[in-house]
């Protein structure tokens, strides 16, 4: 047909048609470019969720996280410490201060037995005259004479010793008591800095450690978001294979359209066997092409957010984690190191304490052999007071002053008796003393000292493995934040074939519009052509080549003037169904 | 490594099966249709075959029923790719010799699930 707007109407719709076979070459390849710009992106995108989640790995180790609940028993460890040594100090100070009162008691005691000793000895020379006065008649005392000459001796010796002990015990004890009352409160303040400090070091580690944690994990959701915004882009476009086939079948609707106008002999023959094929052939071919459009509208909204969240990604706060932690480590480290410095300092004054401490088993060696002595010399009096009495009332007025000297020794030794009772309560007190030493050593040195060490070493280990990870996560977060800019520059290949792929399917707008044109003219020569031709008709002679479901529920659409079908744009995608 | 051929004659789509399977660790050859993929399965011993159902020069089926006649494919999976959801296509498909039928577009994670299965 050749004439009159029929033939306007054939020259457009083989325009189109043109056009649609145009846009079939220039699609294919823009989709192509589309598939490799994505598929370099997911390579990309792969290495860093390779990199984060051997980041997110080491910080999960048991090794990093347990660092918290090491400073924690560090901090505990250390107050236990500083408590325990603070209560052993009070307690090895009261015990020097019990030493030192006893020891001024024992001075005591020796001056009264010095005393003692003296009058002995004076007895003895009293004895001595009084023998010589005697003649044959005082033979028999010249053996209390000698007695007492030797008890005397004796008895000084012995003071001498305990004297020379207990003078230089003393001064010992003075020294140690000077020590700890000087030390007691300098552990009490350090200990409570270093309590406040470790405090305040724990909750920036917790802080740390939590953000340490939260980057990483933080990271890897954006990067895993992107990773399925990307999988989306590429399972989106696998829709492309429906697209063309679409495009495909109305280039050759179109072509079916205009090769059946051009057989018509004629106007009339055209509208009265046609027009209503022409006309909804036409409407179909606009919804086929409609649903195209809102199908690339679709991966152009896809493929826009996944390249915006590409550009949104951040590896700031994950490259930043890394020197907060190891700042961290480090001021924890300085803290350890005082805190051994001050353990070593404390382990010193223990062995000086200790030395200290041991003299008193020495004096109580000193003291229980000075009693033994004064008890023998006790009873040795009470012996010599009851036979010189005995042998004085034998002889009579004769003996009247060995008498009086017996009388004399009886009081000496119930004055002894009385010291020697006091040096023996003295001895169990320092018994008591000893013991209660030895416990306060044990808890001054032993228990606490080595759950502090413990702890101490444990932080250690456990600040080595947090530096360690630290220098990992710091190399790792380097090379995912070099990784993320090499992501962020690929976009533009990406983003450049989006735009030519956008740019080919501009083509469908105008070809919506002529297609309309050419109908708009068939009906306006032809009003039959308005006419609903016969349905099962139409819909067998263009969906005779359908090959998929989309394009005949777009067809059913056209022909009932319903709304366009949703376009499958799911990324559940279809399953597979095994025969 | 285990060896998929993928005969489509839409670039995208051989891509798309490539970019899946690789990802899963097999070796991806592909085919730009059934002739190019009846060749290709000849020269070169396949594990499983993803195939098109519509393409130039030879389509899927065609090339199903020659590839089964080939020494040693008689029983290689071979799973039908394509739009087609029809009841009669997808017989046509199950007597020339195909093992499965998926719709495009086709599940990632099922499609890999269902490789693994049957190439063991």
């Known amino acids: 047909m050749t004439v009159g707007t029929g033939s306007e109407a054939i020259q457009k719709i083989e325009k189109v048609a043109r056009q649609i076979h145009a846009l079939l070459g220039l699609a294919e390849s823009a989709i192509t470019a589309v598939t490799e710009g994505f598929g370099e992106l997911a390579r990309e995108n792969g290495q860093i969720l390779n990199l984060v989640a051997s980041i997110v790995g080491r910080v999960e180790e048991d090794s990093v996280r347990s660092i918290l609940s090491k400073v924690a028993g560090l901090a505990e460890a250390a107050k236990g410490f500083a408590r325990e040594r603070v209560q052993a100090t009070s307690g090895i100070l009261q015990i020097v201060t019990a030493e030192s009162k006893l020891l001024d008691r024992l001075s005591e005691l020796t001056r009264a037995q010095r005393s003692i000793a003296r009058e002995t000895q004076t007895l003895s020379v009293l004895t001595n005259i009084e023998v010589a006065r005697l003649g044959q008649l005082g033979a028999g005392f010249q053996y209390l004479a000698h007695e007492l000459d030797d008890f005397s001796q004796t008895v000084t010796r012995s003071i001498k010793e305990l004297s020379a002990h207990t003078d230089e015990r003393k001064s010992a004890i003075d020294e140690t008591r000077r020590m700890l009352t000087a030390g007691l409160p300098r552990i009490r303040e350090e200990f409570a800095r270093i309590e406040t400090e470790l405090s305040s070091e724990l909750v920036a580690v917790e802080s740390s450690h939590a953000l340490l944690e939260r980057a990483p994990a933080n990271f890897r959701s954006a990067v895993e978001e992107i990773a399925g915004q990307i999988d989306g882009v590429v399972s989106a476009i696998q829709v492309y294979d429906i697209t063309r086939q679409q495009l495909e079948h109305v280039q050759h609707g179109l072509e079916l359209v205009a090769g059946r106008m051009n057989v018509a002999e004629d106007a009339e023959e055209l509208a009265l066997q046609g027009g209503p094929i022409f006309s909804s052939g036409l409407v179909i071919q606009s919804y086929q092409l409609r649903s195209i459009e809102e199908t690339i509208g679709h991966w152009m909204t896809r493929i826009g957010t996944c390249l915006e969240g590409i550009l949104r990604i951040s590896s700031s706060d994950l490259v930043a984690i890394c020197p907060l932690v190891l700042e961290q480590e480090k001021n924890l480290s300085v803290e350890l190191a005082h805190i051994e410095s001050l353990e070593r300092e404390c382990q010193k004054d223990n062995l000086e304490v200790q030395g200290a401490i041991s003299g008193l088993s020495n004096l109580m060696q000193l003291v229980g052999e000075h009693v033994e002595k004064s008890r023998y010399v006790r009873d040795r009096l009470q012996l010599l007071t009851f036979n010189s009495i005995i042998e004085a009332n034998h002889l009579g007025s004769q003996a009247d002053a060995i008498l009086e000297i017996s009388q004399s020794i009886k009081r000496v030794s119930l004055s002894w008796s009385e010291l020697t009772d006091r040096s023996a309560q003295a001895m169990v007190e320092i018994l008591e003393l000893v013991e209660k030493a030895k416990s306060e050593m044990n808890a001054f040195s032993s228990e606490e000292n080595g759950a502090l060490e413990v702890a101490a070493a444990e932080t250690a280990r456990g600040l080595g493995n947090l530096r360690e990870a630290a220098v990992f996560v710091s190399e790792k977060a380097s090379q995912a934040a070099a990784g993320t800019l090499r992501l962020q520059s690929s976009i533009a290949k990406a983003g450049a074939a989006r735009d030519r792929l956008a740019e080919s399917f501009e083509v469908i707008r105008s070809a919506l519009m002529e297609i309309e044109e050419a109908k708009r003219q068939i009906e306006n020569e032809y009003p039959l052509a308005k006419q609903p031709g016969d349905r099962h008709q139409i819909e067998m002679l263009f969906s005779d080549y359908y090959t998929t479901e989309m394009e005949r529920e777009v067809l059913r659409a056209a022909l009932s003037g319903g709304p366009l079908p949703t376009a499958q744009h799911s990324l559940e995608g279809n399953s597979v169904e095994l025969f | ?120």
Do not use: C, H
């Not at chain 2, 994670?109 to 490789?115: E, K, P, S």
């Open chain 2, 1 to 120: 490594m285990k060896q998929v051929l993928t005969v489509d004659d839409s670039a995208s789509i051989r891509q798309m099966v490539s970019f899946t399977l690789t990802k899963a660790g097999y070796e991806v050859t592909e085919a730009v249709d059934g002739k190019d993929g009846l060749e290709k399965a000849g020269k070169r011993r396949v594990d499983l075959i993803i195939t098109d159902l519509n393409m130039p020069n030879m389509d899927g089926i065609q090339m199903i029923a020659a590839i089964r006649k080939l020494p040693g494919y008689a029983f290689t999976p071979i799973l039908m790719l394509t739009t087609e959801s029809q009841a009669e296509k997808k017989d046509a498909g199950r007597k020339a010799g195909a093992t499965g039928w998926i719709v495009k577009p086709f599940n990632a994670d099922q499609l890999t699930a269902v490789v693994q299965k049957l190439v063991k």
